[in-house]
């Protein structure tokens, strides 16, 4: 028997739509933070490899660059308004199971 990860609590199907476009909205999220990453780190090694920045600059570069991918997340935990006023999302709509 298979489990889900998220479980409608309704009976409104008409709510799949944004469920989907969440998802999708998080697996943008999640992919440009690791492509940030990875990019800093490419950029950073290099620079202290040929001592073109102190470990001292490069160690403050990296997390500075880290604070920016944990905001850039954050975005995910903003609220969406929909056009009648009423946040998006409201009521048990989604439910994570597991």
Do not use: C, K, W, Y
């Not at 604070?67 to 994570?96: C, F």
Request: neutral net charge; proline residues 5%.
């Amino acid at each position: 028997m298979a489990a889900a990860d998220v479980a409608f609590t309704g009976h409104d199907l008409r709510l799949i739509p944004h469920a989907l476009d969440h998802a999708r909205r998080g697996r943008r999220l999640m992919t440009s933070n690791i492509g940030l990453a990875l990019d800093i780190i490419v950029v950073l090694v290099p620079l202290a490899m040929f001592g073109v920045l102190s470990l001292a600059e490069v160690v403050l570069v990296h997390e500075i660059a880290e604070v920016v991918v944990i905001l850039n997340g954050a975005r995910a935990a903003r609220v969406r308004r929909e056009p009648s006023g009423v946040p998006a999302g409201t009521g048990p709509v989604l439910q994570e199971v597991g």
